[in-house]
């Protein structure tokens, strides 16, 4: 979660407190690497685990101590920085490896490959050093027994053998080497965490997340499995005493470019996914080929229900609040039909429902009583300000003046229709206009002006709440305005008295130059 970062402009604290000023090169740039270990403050994990700067400094005190000096603190830089180098490594090499078994022969000692395999045997080492999060307890644990006890119970086996580079060993003679590939697949596990670590640091959204992931697995998984439905019979014809059998099923040993190999392997595929098959006379049964395109059917088949349920459930998080608001209103219809509104009430009803949800659902009283005070004024700062400081009487105001107006204001919103103020009684409030229009009428109905967003009235009645009105003011569609009480007013320009009369001031001056202006008119 980001947060609003605070320009401090005390001096900044040295990274090693415990190097002296004489300090030479190395050890400073060995202090310089030791820092890289130690929690970070914009780590995701320190925000949500650690919170707060003592409790961070309480940690990286905890680990400077000589039994967790090089341990990598599981919300360091290093650790993120190295979490991101893995994912582009093994990302690219899962798309690549599948595609060396439609070349003709392709070098056992690729270089790219086996730098994965290097680069996957330096990441084992460093996860017996690299500290974890115990769920339990809550609590970073860093001693290094506990840490490779851990991970030799968890997912150790299975990483060792995905970064052996067996690929360099050829069963037989012809090219086969590549079979080993397929024990490069649990690296999918070690890039998921990868994935994790560095999503929840840039603060993708759910469904961003959720979508890049159904896009990558659907892409990993049909091209593996195009990997799988040619190198098993390449694999297998050399087991096989029928070795044309294989040729003649697989139709594809014979195509020359490498491209088309692919993507014919890559249609059967799909075909096979989807339930539709592939057309192929029965001339020999062969147990091999029944247990291939048996379990890629199977497993395709698993895999897209897997997907399309995914994708409808992102649709469904996606639409939910547009999906309650419906049925809210469908409530609301019902309800209005069992007190027998009559229709004009109803549309009125409704286009307040549309106007103030505006097609999605959500709880505004249980968001304000979540959210603190000061980001409540945060809120009503963010909508109000530019309404305020465009008054005349408030411009050239102090600041703390003006916010303390802000936060004194209170939402209004008029229907169609309705009298904002009638003629003849007396105005104790403010109102400025937010979003819609007003007329304004004078006593023989006779329309004077229109206002419409950014305008106010009624400022005499911060100085005569019991002054009587000449105009009446209806609203000429849903308008939302923010209104000021005199007693409020009154409350916030208490502290300021040479205010008061600056106000006053303003107010006559604008009110002499509206007369003057009708004068004119008339």
């Not at 799909?270 to 147990?287: D, N």
Request: hydrophobic share 45%; net charge positive; with cysteine.
């Amino acid at each position: 979660m980001k947060t609003i970062q605070h320009e401090c402009m005390l001096p900044k604290q040295p990274r090693c407190l415990d190097l002296p000023p004489t300090a030479g090169c190395c050890a400073k740039l060995i202090c310089t690497l030791r820092s890289l270990l130690l929690p970070c403050d914009w780590h995701h994990g320190t925000m949500f685990h650690i919170r707060s700067r003592k409790n961070l400094a309480l940690e990286k005190e905890k680990q400077l101590t000589k039994a967790h000096a090089f341990v990598w603190h599981p919300y360091s830089a290093i650790k993120f920085y190295w979490d991101c180098l893995g994912l582009v490594v093994y990302l690219c090499v899962l798309f690549y490896m599948p595609f060396q078994v439609f070349f003709n022969c392709k070098n056992r000692y690729d270089a790219f490959v086996l730098f994965s395999d290097a680069f996957a045997a330096f990441d084992i080492c460093t996860r017996f050093i690299t500290g974890y999060n115990d769920k339990d307890s809550k609590a970073v644990i860093l001693h290094l027994g506990d840490i490779a006890k851990r991970y030799v119970k968890g997912s150790f086996t299975l990483d060792l053998i995905a970064a052996l580079p067996l690929q360099i060993y050829q069963p037989f003679k012809k090219c086969t080497h590549t079979i080993w590939f397929i024990l490069k697949l649990p690296r999918l596990m070690t890039l998921k965490e990868k994935w994790k670590n560095a999503y929840e640091q840039v603060e993708l959204s759910y469904l961003t997340t959720a979508a890049i992931g159904v896009v990558v697995r659907v892409l990993l998984f049909f091209h593996w499995m195009t990997y799988i439905h040619y190198q098993v019979p390449v694999f297998c014809s050399q087991l096989s005493e029928n070795e044309y059998v294989w040729s003649n099923r697989s139709r594809s040993f014979n195509i020359t470019n490498d491209f088309h190999r692919y993507t014919t392997n890559l249609y059967w595929v799909v075909g096979l996914c989807i339930g539709a098959g592939y057309y192929r006379p029965v001339e020999e049964i062969l147990i091999y080929d029944l247990v291939l395109t048996s379990v890629i059917s199977l497993v395709g088949l698993i895999f897209i229900i897997f997907t399309f349920a995914t994708v409808f459930r992102l649709f469904i998080y996606e639409n939910t609040d547009h999906f309650i608001f419906n049925g809210k209103l469908k409530d609301l219809k019902e309800y209005m039909g069992l007190q027998r509104l009559p229709n004009i009430l109803q549309r009125k009803i409704l286009l307040f429902i549309n106007y103030k949800f505006n097609g999605s659902y959500f709880n505004e009283e249980y968001i304000l009583n979540t959210i603190n005070e000061q980001i409540k004024q945060d809120i009503n700062m963010h909508c109000c300000k530019a309404l305020v400081t465009r008054i005349p009487m408030f411009q050239d105001m102090p600041v703390a003046f003006v916010n303390t107006i802000i936060f004194s204001l209170v939402e209004v919103m008029f229907m169609p229709g309705e009298v904002v103020v009638s003629q003849g009684e007396p105005i104790d409030c403010l109102y400025i206009i937010s979003s819609g229009s007003v007329t304004v009428m004078d006593s023989n109905g006779k329309e004077i002006t229109h206002l419409r967003d950014g305008a106010h009235f009624g400022d005499d009645a911060l100085f005569e709440p019991t002054k009587i009105r000449k105009t009446t003011i209806i609203a000429l569609e849903i308008t939302e305005t923010y209104k000021l009480s005199n007693e409020a007013f009154r409350g916030c320009v208490r502290p300021y008295p040479q205010i008061d009369a600056r106000v006053r001031r303003s107010v006559q001056f604008s009110n002499s130059k509206l007369r003057l202006r009708r004068m004119t008119i008339d």
